[in-house]
Nanobody, 116 residues
Framework: QVQLVESGGGLVQPGGSLRLSCAASGSIFSIYAIGWYRQAPGKQREVVAGITISGGKRNYADSVKGRFTISRDNAKNTVYLQMNSLKPEDTAVYYC?????????WGQGTQVTVSS
């Protein structure tokens, strides 16, 4: 069992920045990678970025490349998503996720609203 808890969301103006955190607990030794996803109202959940825990290999959705950075702090069992140059279309609930032996684990989500 793994528990994921997101934090750091909020209201920010266009062009602003936020840093989201995803804290993992439980059987964290089983985690290979953690991904950030988002879901806007009326839209499907989409992947934003992912990182492997051991090697730190990263990947990003085209829509966030150059603006978002995913990182990890293994000592704190936490994965971060630094979001810069935010746009109104980044407004969504952001979730972190990991999959272990065919089971998918999700956090409760954190709301990000980009609006003037």
């Amino acid at each position: 069992q793994v528990q994921l808890v997101e934090s750091g969301g909020g209201l920010v103006q266009p062009g602003g920045s936020l840093r989201l955190s995803c804290a993992a607990s439980g059987s964290i030794f089983s985690i290979y990678a953690i991904g950030w996803y988002r879901q806007a109202p009326g839209k499907q959940r989409e992947v934003v970025a992912g990182i492997t825990i051991s090697g730190g290999k990263r990947n990003y959705a085209d829509s966030v490349k150059g603006r978002f950075t995913i990182s990890r702090d293994n000592a704190k069992n936490t994965v971060y998503l630094q979001m810069n140059s935010l746009k109104p279309e980044d407004t969504a609930v952001y979730y972190c996720n990991t999959e272990i032996l065919g089971s998918s684990y999700w956090g409760q989500g954190t709301q990000v609203t980009v609006s003037s």
